[in-house]
């Protein structure tokens, strides 16, 4: 199988998250879920979500998880259908993913900040908030991308961004255990389900890089 480029895996994370058999999306929200703009030809060619030859990477993202496209409605909707005899069908259930956060996230990540109320923030070392602007946080972004010690993780709930997690690391190697942490989460009925993924894939993070346990104080 042809490797998925990169630009389509949080796509493919998505469906393989979903317990749905039938999954319909806007083009809007599958570009939030990717972090990145469909191809003109998505939104112009019917056959672009059908195509289902080997060489067409951007297909894999739902085909892997077993999902076909069934309707595409041009410039406003895709409905991806599970065929598999063997899948409990599990209609109406909410898929939730968390990835880092893209330069194409900036304005969605603004909206938030500007929006809701920081309900949660963990401070272990006092530090300033940075320009929310959407330019602001394109230059978060870069600088997390740039240093390494820290990253913004983005939730998103049924192709909507619903909330993100700043976790800034400290650059001196015997406080590399230090952090802030910033939480911002929309008011909707899952914020403390949300929550509780952020923190787990900060938590998986830590233990990929190999570095210390991220200690917080409320």
């Avoid at 240093?147 to 961004?161: D, K, Q, R, W």
């Avoid at 255990?177 to 389900?193: N, S, T, W």
Wanted: charge should be positive; include cysteine; charged fraction near 25%.
């Amino acid at each position: 199988m042809t490797a998925l480029e990169k630009k389509y895996r949080s796509l493919a994370m998505y469906f393989s998250e979903s317990t749905n058999q039938i999954i319909t999306l806007k083009f809007t929200e599958i570009e939030k879920i990717m972090g990145y703009s469909l191809p003109s030809s998505a939104y112009l060619n019917h056959s672009w979500w059908k195509k289902e030859k080997s060489y067409i990477r951007h297909y894999q993202a739902w085909v892997a998880a077993g999902y076909v496209v069934k309707y595409v409605k041009p410039n406003q909707y895709i409905v991806f259908e599970r065929e598999d005899p063997l899948f409990k069908n599990e209609s109406d259930k909410d898929t939730l993913i968390i990835r880092p956060a893209l330069h194409g996230d900036a304005p969605s990540l603004s909206k938030l900040y500007k929006k809701e109320n920081a309900k949660l923030t963990f401070f272990i070392e006092g530090q300033e908030h940075q320009e929310t602007s959407e330019k602001g946080f394109r230059q978060q972004i870069t600088a997390c991308n740039q240093i390494g010690h820290s990253v913004i993780l983005l939730a998103i709930l049924n192709g909507e961004h619903v909330g993100y997690m700043k976790i800034t690391g400290n650059e001196l190697k015997r406080a590399a255990h230090r952090a802030v942490v910033e939480l911002f989460i929309q008011d909707i009925e899952y914020d403390l389900d949300v929550f509780l993924v952020l923190c787990e894939n900060q938590k998986n993070g830590q233990k990929k890089k190999a570095s210390n346990v991220l200690n917080l104080r409320c």
